[in-house]
């Protein structure tokens, strides 16, 4: 029965490994911006946003869609870049454990 017990002392280990990766996200930053940074979005690799940087040149009642649409850039590009940023997070902690190849954490 070691074999059990080793197995579950491995995903005990796991899943301490994995809520300390997931707890670190919160703390990496990256910054989404849109056009030619007029307009930037600051949030966490959990895709929490943090900040919005609006250029003063965008507030014009005339510019309010293109304001609007350039937010929505941002935002996008901070959540992709907050995607990017988990995964590398991610994949420095499994590194080192044997998984199965193709074994996809979370689970």
Same mark, same amino acid.
């Given at each position: 029965?070691?074999? *059990?017990? %080793?197995?579950?002392?491995? $995903?005990? +280990?796991?899943?301490?490994?994995?809520?300390? =990766?997931? =707890? +670190?996200?919160? #703390? *990496?930053?990256?910054? !989404?911006?849109?056009? !030619?940074?007029?307009?930037?979005?600051?949030?966490?690799?959990?895709?929490?946003? *943090?900040?919005?940087?609006?250029?003063?040149?965008?507030? +014009?009642?005339?510019?309010?869609?293109?304001?609007? /649409?350039?937010?929505?850039?941002?935002? +996008? /590009?901070?959540? $992709?870049?907050? %995607? #990017?940023?988990?995964? $590398?997070?991610? =994949?420095?902690? #499994?590194?080192?454990?044997?998984?199965?190849?193709?074994?996809?954490?979370?689970?």
């Amino acid at each position: 029965m070691k074999g *059990i017990e %080793d197995m579950l002392a491995m $995903a005990q +280990n796991v899943q301490a490994e994995l809520a300390k =990766a997931q =707890a +670190n996200l919160d #703390t *990496i930053e990256v910054e !989404g911006v849109a056009g !030619g940074g007029l307009v930037k979005v600051r949030a966490s690799a959990k895709g929490r946003i *943090i900040a919005v940087d609006i250029d003063a040149s965008l507030l +014009n009642p005339s510019e309010k869609q293109i304001v609007e /649409d350039l937010v929505a850039a941002a935002l +996008n /590009d901070a959540r $992709a870049k907050a %995607d #990017t940023a988990s995964s $590398a997070e991610m =994949a420095k902690m #499994t590194s080192g454990l044997p998984l199965p190849p193709g074994f996809k954490l979370p689970f």
